[in-house]
C-alpha cells in the first residue's frame, strides 16, 4: 500500500506541475492578448482623434472658402455694377479720358464741347485691373486667414 501512495501522490504530483505549468502558459498568452489589445486600443483612439480633428479643419476650412469666396463674388457683382453704371453714364471715371468733337457745324464755345469719356481701351483696362485688383486681395485675404487659423 506504501508503494501505491506514493505512486499515486507522484501522480498528482505530476498533474499538479502540468496543470501549473499550463495555467502559467495561459496566463502568459492572456498577458500577451491584453498588451496587443491595449496597443490596437490606443492606436483606435488616436486614429479617431485625428479623423475628429480633421473634421473640424474641413469644416472651418470650407467656412473660411464659403466666406471669401462669397466676399469675392460680392466684390464682382460691385464692379459689374460699376461697369453698367459707367457704361449708363450714371457714373464717371477720370482717368485717360479724351473729349470727342462734336460734329455739329456751330462757333465754338464751351457748351459746343462733349463730356469727357475714357476711351474704350482704357475703360476695358480699368474693369480688368479693377477685377484682378479684387480677385487677388480677396484670396490673399483667404490665405492668410487659412495659415493664421489652420497652420498656426
Not at 80 to 91: F, M, S
Not at 126 to 151: N, P
Request: aromatic fraction near 4%.
Amino acid at each position: 500500500m506504501n508503494r501505491v501512495a506514493i505512486i499515486a501522490g507522484g501522480v498528482i504530483f505530476l498533474l499538479i506541475v502540468s496543470l501549473a505549468s499550463a495555467v502559467n502558459h495561459y496566463r502568459e498568452n492572456a498577458i500577451t492578448y491584453k498588451g496587443q489589445r491595449d496597443k490596437a486600443t490606443s492606436a483606435l483612439t488616436l486614429a479617431n482623434d485625428t479623423i475628429d480633428d480633421m473634421k473640424v479643419r474641413q469644416r472651418d476650412v470650407a467656412a473660411l472658402d464659403v466666406k471669401y469666396t462669397g466676399e469675392l463674388a460680392d466684390a464682382k457683382a460691385e464692379l459689374e455694377t460699376l461697369r453698367g453704371d459707367v457704361a449708363a453714364g450714371r457714373k464717371r471715371l477720370q482717368v485717360s479720358a479724351t473729349c470727342p468733337k462734336s460734329n455739329a457745324a456751330s462757333a465754338p464755345s464751351l457748351d459746343d464741347g462733349n463730356t469727357a469719356r475714357l476711351t474704350d481701351a482704357a475703360e476695358r483696362d480699368y474693369f480688368t485691373l479693377r477685377e484682378r485688383i479684387e480677385t487677388i486681395t480677396k484670396q490673399l485675404t483667404g490665405l492668410q486667414a487659412y495659415v493664421r487659423e489652420q497652420c498656426l
